[in-house]
C-alpha cells in the first residue's frame, strides 16, 4: 500500500434510498476533503436495480480516488423490520463494491462514530456536520448523507491513529 502522499479513506453511510459517500486523505495529521456527494438511485426502480446502482456507483468512486481504506456505518437498531432489512442490504451493495475493488472496510457504529468527532455518543446530526466541517477547514455544503459519510472517513482516520499510538506505546 503506497501511502506517502497520504492515507486516502472512503467513509460510506448506505442506504437505499440515498448512499452518502466521503473521500479524505490524511498526510502527518492534516485532514484534506477530496470528494463528498450522495448516490441517489432512482425511487421509480425495484430494489434489485437500486441495490445494483449503489454498487456500480460505489465502484466508480473507488476507481477515481483508489482508497487505501473504507469505512462504514455499522446497522442501528431500527423498530421498522422492513427498513432495517433494506439498510442491510444497501450495506451489502457498498460492501460488496468494495470487496469487489480488493478494499478492506472497518465499521463503526454511530454512536462511536458521534462520540471520536463531538464528544458525545447521542450528538445531533447537526453538531456531526459542524465537527466535520471544523475538522476539514470548510463550511459544511454539502447534504446530510454526505456528512454522515465524512464523519465516518474521519472517526476511522482517528481509530486508526488510536491503534497506532496505543500499539507503539506497549
Same mark, same amino acid.
Given at each position: ?13 448506505? $442506504? +437505499? =434510498? ?13 485532514? %484534506? !476533503?477530496?470528494?463528498? @456527494? ?60 468494495? $470487496? +469487489? =475493488? ?13 462520540? %471520536? !468527532?463531538?464528544?458525545? @455518543? ?49
Amino acid at each position: 500500500m503506497d501511502t506517502e502522499n497520504g492515507l486516502v479513506v472512503l467513509g460510506l453511510d448506505p $442506504g +437505499s =434510498r440515498c448512499t452518502g459517500f466521503g473521500v479524505v486523505r490524511e498526510r502527518s495529521g492534516q485532514l %484534506t !476533503l477530496l470528494e463528498t @456527494g450522495t448516490i441517489r438511485p432512482k425511487s421509480s426502480e425495484g430494489l434489485s436495480l437500486r441495490l445494483g446502482a449503489l454498487l456500480t456507483q460505489i465502484a466508480v468512486v473507488i476507481d477515481r480516488w483508489s482508497p487505501h481504506e473504507a469505512a462504514i456505518e455499522d446497522v442501528f437498531v431500527a423498530r421498522n423490520t422492513a427498513s432495517a432489512l433494506k439498510l442491510g442490504q444497501a450495506r451489502g451493495a457498498a460492501l460488496a463494491a468494495c $470487496g +469487489s =475493488r480488493g478494499l478492506d472496510v472497518s465499521e463503526y457504529a454511530p454512536t462511536v462514530v458521534k462520540k %471520536t !468527532l463531538v464528544g458525545a @455518543g447521542r450528538a445531533e446530526k447537526s453538531q456531526v456536520a459542524f465537527m466535520v466541517g471544523q475538522m476539514l477547514g470548510c463550511k459544511p455544503q454539502w447534504a446530510e448523507d454526505s456528512s454522515d459519510a465524512l464523519a465516518v472517513a474521519l472517526c476511522h482516520c482517528n481509530q486508526r491513529r488510536l491503534s497506532r499510538l496505543t500499539a507503539a506505546g506497549r
